[in-house]
C-alpha cells in the first residue's frame, strides 16, 4: 500500500496529489480525477507507483475473452456466446455518408463549415445563452440538418439488424439527426443523449410545441420561425441539447439500467471527446469486449494513465490496443460502412442488410413530403 515513507520520497505538492487520490472516499473520486495539473506530474506518480511494488499487480494483463483481437474473432464470440445485450455508442462519423458532415473533421466537419455563420466560435451555434441573444443561426443550420432530408446509411440498417436479430439492447446515439429513427429502430431501443428534432419546447414557458409546426416554420426561414416566437411567447427549439443544458433523464436512467447488463460494447463513428458520453467506455463489466469501428483511433489512454486508474479503483480508463496489456478490445479502422458490410457478411447476415438498404426512404422523396408538409 501507499504509505507516509513513499510519500517523503517526492515533492510536498505531488505527496499532497497523492493522498487526494488514494485517500480521499471512493465517492469523491471521480470528480476530483483530473487534480493532476501536467504531464510531469503524472509521470512522477507513476514512477512513485513503479517503485511501490505495486504497479505490477496493477498492470497484469487479464485473461483474454476473445479468440483473436479483429472482427472475427467478436464474430465468434457473439457465435459462442449467445449475445444478446449489445449496446451501440453511435457518434457523427456513422451519417457521413449520408450528406451530414461530423463535427471535428478538418477542413469538412461541421465546426469547420459553421464560419459562414460568422459567430464567435463554432460551438456557439449549440450554446443556450448564444441562441437567446441571436437564434437566426441555429435555425438556418437546422433547416439544413432537418430529418427527412437524409437517407440513414448502411450502418444505421446493420444497427436495426442487430434489433432485429434481438441481440440489440440498447443503442445510445450523440446524434441529432433521428437516423436512427428513420432506419426503422423501435424507438424503445434509442437513446438520444445528446437529444433531436423529435420533440421540441418554447425555452421560456416550457410549453411543449408539435413537431411538424416547428418543422414547418425552421423550414420556412425566418418569417416562420419569428411567427413560431410571437405565437408561444418565446423562442422554440427543438429538444437537442445545448451547450448549458442537462442531458435527457432517460440517459442517466438507461445508463443505470442497461451498462451493467451489457455483454458485448460496439462503438461507431465517436471521437469520443465529449462528457460524459466518453466515459461511457468505461461502464460495462470488465469482462466484456469492446469493439471501436472508427476512421481512427479513439478512446485510448496511456498506460500510465490506464495504471493509475486501476490504483485508485476506478474503471479501466479507455480502450487498451497495445498487444501488452489488450484482452477484450478491438479496433477496426476505416469507414462505418465499409466495416459493417465486412461484419454482417461474417455473421451470415450479408444479404439481410442489403435487402434492408433497399427498404431506405430516398432524399428526394422525404424533401417532397416536407415541402408539402
Request: contains cysteine; proline residues 6%.
Amino acid at each position: 500500500m501507499i504509505t507516509t515513507g513513499h510519500l517523503r520520497r517526492v515533492t510536498p505538492a505531488i505527496a499532497n496529489k497523492i493522498s487526494v487520490f488514494f485517500w480521499w472516499p471512493k465517492k469523491n473520486r471521480r470528480k476530483n480525477s483530473c487534480i493532476m495539473e501536467s504531464d510531469e506530474d503524472m509521470d512522477e506518480l507513476a514512477t512513485l507507483i513503479e517503485q511501490t511494488g505495486l504497479a505490477h499487480a496493477a498492470n497484469v494483463r487479464q485473461p483474454p475473452v476473445l479468440d483473436s483481437f479483429d472482427l472475427q474473432g467478436i464474430v465468434d464470440y457473439i457465435d459462442a456466446n449467445d449475445v444478446k445485450n449489445i449496446i451501440v455508442m453511435a457518434g457523427a462519423g456513422i451519417s457521413v455518408s449520408a450528406g451530414i458532415p461530423d463535427f471535428r473533421s478538418p477542413g469538412t466537419g461541421l465546426y469547420h463549415n459553421l464560419q459562414k455563420y460568422d459567430l464567435p466560435n463554432p460551438q456557439s451555434i449549440f450554446s443556450i445563452d448564444f441562441f437567446r441573444e441571436n437564434p437566426e443561426p441555429f435555425y438556418m443550420l437546422a433547416k439544413e440538418l432537418y430529418p427527412g432530408l437524409f437517407k440513414p446509411t448502411p450502418t444505421h440498417y446493420f444497427i436495426r439488424l442487430l434489433a432485429e436479430k434481438g441481440k440489440l439492447l440498447r443503442v445510445f446515439t450523440q446524434n441529432i439527426d433521428s437516423l436512427e429513427r428513420i432506419a426503422g429502430i423501435d424507438t424503445d431501443l434509442i437513446v438520444p443523449a445528446h437529444g433531436n428534432f423529435d420533440s421540441a419546447h418554447c425555452i421560456e414557458t416550457g410549453e411543449e410545441v408539435d413537431v411538424d409546426e416547428v418543422k414547418d416554420a425552421i423550414l420556412r426561414g425566418k418569417e416562420g420561425w419569428t411567427a413560431l416566437t410571437e405565437k408561444y411567447g418565446g423562442l422554440v427549439k427543438p429538444d437537442i441539447v445545448f451547450f448549458g443544458e442537462s442531458l435527457p433523464p432517460l440517459f442517466e436512467q438507461r445508463v443505470g439500467e442497461d451498462f451493467p447488463k451489457c455483454d458485448l460494447l460496439i462503438v461507431m463513428g465517436t471521437s469520443l471527446v465529449v462528457q460524459p458520453f466518453a466515459s461511457l467506455i468505461d461502464m460495462v463489466p470488465d469482462t466484456v469486449p469492446r469493439l471501436l469501428v472508427n476512421r481512427e483511433e479513439a478512446g485510448v489512454v496511456s498506460t500510465q494513465q490506464r495504471m493509475i486508474a486501476q490504483m485508485m479503483g476506478l474503471p479501466s480508463s479507455g480502450f487498451a490496443f497495445e498487444e501488452a496489456s489488450r484482452y477484450r478490445d478491438v479496433k477496426c479502422l476505416g469507414f462505418c460502412d465499409d466495416i459493417v458490410k465486412d461484419f454482417a457478411t461474417k455473421l451470415g447476415w450479408a444479404d439481410e442488410l442489403a435487402a434492408l438498404w433497399e427498404t431506405a426512404p430516398q432524399p428526394e422523396q422525404a424533401t417532397k413530403e416536407t415541402v408539402s408538409d
